[in-house]
């Protein structure tokens, strides 16, 4: 699929040279990927950089041997991956996507060649890294937190990116995907989404929840470390 070749429908994560910004956009593929592509997915979250167009998705790390699971949510304009062979990374990546994503991907064999070409590339690896860096601190600190608080954290994260104001306040995905992207059972997940609707937090459909108490919801974050990155300052409601 073609990329677009106008420089300005990207967010840039910093100041570069619009010629950069053109070259680096030619080798660039556009890609349209579906939750079930499970093989594809995999390889793109450890063989470059990604662009997100549309759609969400929840990047879960976990590093060899390790039983806790640590996650991200990336929507619209924002950048996730490195160059980094992956045989050099020390962590395993996933990606998640609720229904589909559109993406513009920058495989690392290309991104060699224009770290040659441009100095400019390492500047944008960089800035890439400096944007995503408060997720990725955030999601170390809640990686001590019981199921409770993670469960309700990834709620509100995906809400900022899925929830619309004005809109229904309705989050379509199922139990066993929450599950899978958390790294708790999906009984776990269960039992704390029931605890949730007992309380008027939110409502429980088939593959969907409806938020109805987000001030609620927040409040349950009181005494959670959110130094890096705080629901309440991104929820729109």
Do not use: C
Not at 18 to 39: M, P, V
Not at 58 to 66: E, L, N, R, S
Not at 103 to 124: G, R, S, V
């Amino acid at each position: 699929m073609t990329v677009t070749r106008n420089i300005n429908d990207i967010s840039w994560p910093t100041a570069l040279s619009d010629d950069f910004k053109s070259r680096l956009l030619q080798l660039g593929a556009r890609k349209t990927l579906h939750a079930n592509q499970h093989l594809v997915l995999q390889e793109l979250a450890s063989s470059g950089v990604s662009y997100f167009i549309n759609g969400t998705v929840v990047v879960t790390m976990q590093t060899p041997f390790a039983k806790t699971i640590n996650n991200m949510v990336f929507s619209y304009s924002d950048w996730f991956g490195d160059y980094l062979p992956v045989e050099e990374s020390n962590l395993s990546f996933k990606f998640s996507v609720l229904d589909s994503v559109e993406i513009i991907h920058f495989d690392n064999q290309k991104l060699k060649a224009l770290l040659d070409e441009y100095a400019e590339t390492y500047q944008w690896l960089y800035y890439i890294s400096v944007e995503s860096r408060p997720k990725w601190l955030q999601s170390q600190l809640l990686s001590s937190e019981n199921k409770d608080i993670r469960v309700v954290y990834l709620l509100l994260e995906l809400a900022i990116h899925e929830i619309k104001p004005n809109m229904p306040r309705i989050l379509s995905i199922s139990q066993q995907m929450l599950s899978e992207m958390i790294g708790i059972s999906r009984q776990r997940v269960n039992e704390v989404l029931v605890a949730l609707q007992s309380k008027n937090l939110v409502k429980l459909e088939r593959n969907a929840i409806e938020f109805i108490d987000f001030d609620g919801l927040l409040k349950l974050l009181d005494d959670v470390d959110l130094s890096f990155r705080n629901p309440q300052n991104f929820l729109k409601y």
